[in-house]
């Protein structure tokens, strides 16, 4: 008897829903993805501005049929206000960029157009583009100062603690 219910037991937590599932993310941290894209091969750019773009576009998950969800989706956006320098966000920035919504699983990342974000844009041949993943990825919404100057500092080579803000 003991072996048939640990047997239905096994049968039914395998049934489960991958939705009963939690997605389990570290903290988002603005000196710990400086510290990752700053490792990175590729080029990175420092922008903290306005992202207008059409949110109908944004990916949803159908419940009926997670297996269906893009695991990323392309948006024309445009980001308006200041590069990083060594001095701080000082250099006008106005451009086209390419937003990548990722999703893992049934879980996507979301973001709100005419909202201010910090976002680490990657440079590469067709123009810059702006990663957001479901576990925050290299923007970050609402910047408050203290955000922007950890930023700041790890740019000019001062502390860039993560979890330090």
């Known amino acids: ?15 489960i829903p991958i939705e009963a599932s939690a997605l389990s993310c570290t903290p988002h941290d603005p000196a710990a993805t400086f510290q990752r894209i700053h490792a990175a091969p590729e080029i990175y750019i420092g922008v903290v501005g306005t992202l207008v773009f059409d949110e109908e576009r944004l990916p949803s998950t159908d419940w009926e049929h997670q297996e269906t969800t893009p695991p990323e989706t392309l948006l024309s956006a445009r980001l308006t206000g200041h590069s ?35 976002g680490f844009l990657q440079s590469g041949d067709d123009g810059y583009s702006l990663t957001i993943g479901p576990c925050g990825g290299d923007a970050f919404s609402e910047p408050t100062g203290a955000t922007l100057e950890t930023v700041r500092q790890c740019f000019a080579g001062g502390a860039c603690v993560p979890g330090m803000e």
């Open 84 to 118: 990083l320098s060594i001095e701080g966000f000082e250099t006008p920035f106005d451009q086209h960029i390419t937003l990548k919504i990722q999703c893992a699983g049934p879980w996507c990342a979301s973001a709100v157009s005419g909202e201010q974000y910090l």
């Open 1 to 15: 008897m003991m072996r048939s219910s640990a047997a239905v037991f096994a049968l039914i937590t395998a049934l």
